[in-house]
């Protein structure tokens, strides 16, 4: 006989402010634990900013959980907080933002999406920049994000807005989500006219600038495989001199034909040692 899914609809995640109660957390009460029963509860300290102890949480003792820095878990898991490596700050909830509901998808395909998303960057301002980036982190938190790499433009059309305010953000949220800020050029470098002029010097001085933690840019934007690999040549040069890490996006599409950007990228970092 075939079991029959339950249609109990899952319990939503925690409020943010459940997640982080105003002061230090020292003391989480009531939490499953992960390879413990499901049936066994515990009470979970911390101090220094590390687990001090682990005991059973005793059913029938005085309520704590109304205390500064404790927080009921009401029977959830307590688990490994997770890493969010490929987010962009400066785009997200685009489409449902009021400010853009203009902007209505037709075709779906991506030249529609780079038309559109150009379209929304002439707009950008910083109110709606914090506005929407700060919606990002706190439900990222709330699914139980510690961690993300955020991806912000930097180029003709924005300048430093975007950058300005991703590093008010992770300045906000430095105590609840680390967030490493990567200046990114979405554009080309190399072709398309005068414009990579512009977007080099800008992405040169936002590498220079504190709080920015990783240099990135799209080579597969530029116009054939030669400026490709120029971009991929430059914008590694840059990682290297400013002593960051490189994050490059490759390889958007699924011809077979053609030969793949991470082989030639390969060579050029060997090259560069």
């Not at 402010?17 to 989480?28: A, E, F, M, T, W």
Request: proline share 6%.
């Amino acid at each position: 006989m075939a079991k029959i899914q339950s249609t109990k609809p899952r319990a939503p995640p925690p409020r943010y402010s459940d997640v982080y109660p105003s002061g230090r957390l020292q003391k989480i009460v009531g939490v499953r634990l992960p390879r413990k029963p499901p049936s066994t509860l515990w009470d979970v300290s911390i101090g220094d900013g590390k687990i001090s102890a682990i005991e059973p949480h005793a059913l029938g003792h005085p309520d704590i959980s109304h205390l500064p820095g404790v927080l009921h878990a009401s029977k959830r898991l307590l688990a490994p907080s997770l890493c969010h490596a490929h987010i962009h700050l400066d785009k997200c909830f685009l489409l449902q933002d009021p400010k853009f509901g203009d902007l209505e998808i037709e075709m779906g395909d991506f030249r529609e999406a780079m038309v559109l998303t150009s379209k929304a960057k002439s707009r950008f301002e910083e109110s709606d920049l914090l506005r929407r980036g700060r919606q990002l982190i706190q439900e990222s938190i709330q699914y139980g994000v510690t961690a993300m790499r955020a991806f912000v433009e930097v180029d003709g059309e924005v300048k430093f807005k975007c950058l300005e305010s991703g590093l008010k953000l992770k300045q906000e949220f430095e105590d609840k989500c680390k967030i490493q800020i990567c200046a990114f050029a979405q554009l080309p470098l190399f072709s398309g006219g005068d414009g990579g002029n512009e977007i080099r010097k800008l992405i040169t001085d936002a590498a220079r600038r504190e709080g920015v933690d990783v240099v990135g840019s799209t080579p597969y934007v530029e116009q054939d495989d030669a400026k490709m690999t120029m971009n991929i040549r430059w914008i590694s040069t840059i990682a290297l001199f400013s002593g960051k890490p490189l994050d490059l996006h490759l390889d958007y599409h699924l011809d077979k034909e053609k030969r793949p950007l991470i082989w030639a990228t390969l060579e050029i970092l060997k090259a560069q040692n």
